[in-house]
Every structure is written in C-alpha cells, then in structure tokens.
C-alpha cells in the first residue's frame, strides 16, 4: 500500500497551504493523471471526481497562514503532508513524495521524487486534489474580499495582487513570512526608483 503526497500554495501570498495523500488501486491509470500545473480547470475537476471514486484512501488537509508565518513554509508543506496521511482510512506501507524535502512520519518508509508527479500516478492525483480543494477555498475566500481576486490569481503574487495589497492592505489571510515582506519591499522599492 504506497501513498502517492504532493502540496499546493506553497508559493502563494495568501491563504494556506494544502497536501493530499492518495492511495490508488496497484492497477489504475488514467491518460489525462499527470502534474496538476499542466491541466486546465475543466481537467483538474473530472480527475479530481475520478480519484475520489476510484482511490483506496485520500485525504487532503490544510495548514494555515498564521502557522505557515511560525514554523516556515517548507516545515507547513511537510505538517500538511502528515496530517494528510493521519487522515488516510487506510495506513500506507510507503509514501512517494513530490519534490525533495521530507520528514519520516510514524517510521513509515518514504522515496522523495523530485518531479514526481510527472512520473507517479498517485503523486499526480495527490497534485490534482490539494489543487482542487486549494483553489475552492480561495474562491470562499474571494468572497470575503473581491479585492484581491483570489478567484483568478488563488493568492499568488500576481502584479494586481500586490498592486491590490498595496492600495488596501493587508489582510488576516496573508502570510507575513520573508516572501511577502521582500517582494512588497521590492514593489515599493520600485515605485520609489521610478518617482
């Protein structure tokens, strides 16, 4: 039983970070399961469905922004990535996961793939879910503050984002980590240089 874990939002501005673990069949493949980032929404969502009704076990769970601000974002991608295999009904054997820095968790042995989605089934439909649920959950959160339009830009730092935080500020859903400090000090560098 190998659980195939993957994050997303981990470069965002805003919002938290999401990870999925996912258990597929030994069998199973689909031609469209590749890296999430390589799919349009309409993709994104049909797999999604298809991992939920075909997979095993998944389990998908977020870490949020102020925990994201105390720990680093690495550490919260890997949090979210052990909470997400707590959260699985079945308890893996193996964990591949997405990228190059990972944890032991529970003495579970585990493979870091860097590229992994790309070349793993499961890594790739753990890609697809905490996408999905991360981009659904910014656009609850777009509700709350149209502003930002984290609808379209899912709290990356787009040039509107941060043109956004820089008209109206900064809100409870922003990190306040190096990045977002270094690249709102950069922008205001910016604006100075050019006045």
């Known amino acids: ?8 939002g981990r470069g965002c501005l805003a919002g938290p970070v999401f990870a999925a673990a996912v258990i597929l069949p030994p ?3 689909h031609s469209f ?29 977020p870490v949020d922004e102020r925990t994201i601000d105390s720990i680093n974002i690495l550490k919260a991608s890997i949090k979210a ?17 997405d990228g190059n820095h990972f944890l032991p968790y529970l003495k579970i042995p585990h493979k870091t793939v860097i590229k992994g989605d790309n070349t793993y089934m499961n890594i790739a439909a753990a890609s697809i879910l905490a996408k999905t649920y991360r981009d659904e959950w910014m656009e609850k959160l777009h509700k709350k503050h149209p502003e930002y339009n984290w609808a379209g830009n899912k709290g990356y730092g787009t040039k509107a984002h ?5 008209n109206y500020g900064l809100t409870s859903y922003h990190r306040r980590s ?3 400090k270094s690249l709102l000090q950069y922008s205001l560098f910016q604006n100075q240089s050019l006045g």
């Open 27 to 29: 069998d199973y493949s």
């Open 33 to 61: 399961l590749r890296d999430s980032k390589t799919l349009n929404h309409k993709q994104r969502e049909f797999l999604r469905s298809e991992i939920e009704k075909n997979a095993l076990s998944f389990s998908v769970k």
């Open 81 to 97: 990535m052990h909470l997400s295999v707590k959260g699985l009904s079945i308890k893996p054997e193996h964990l591949v996961v």
């Open 162 to 166: 941060v043109e956004a935080i820089k």
């Open 178 to 180: 190096f990045k977002v």
């Open 1 to 8: 039983m190998e659980a195939g874990l993957d994050e997303a």
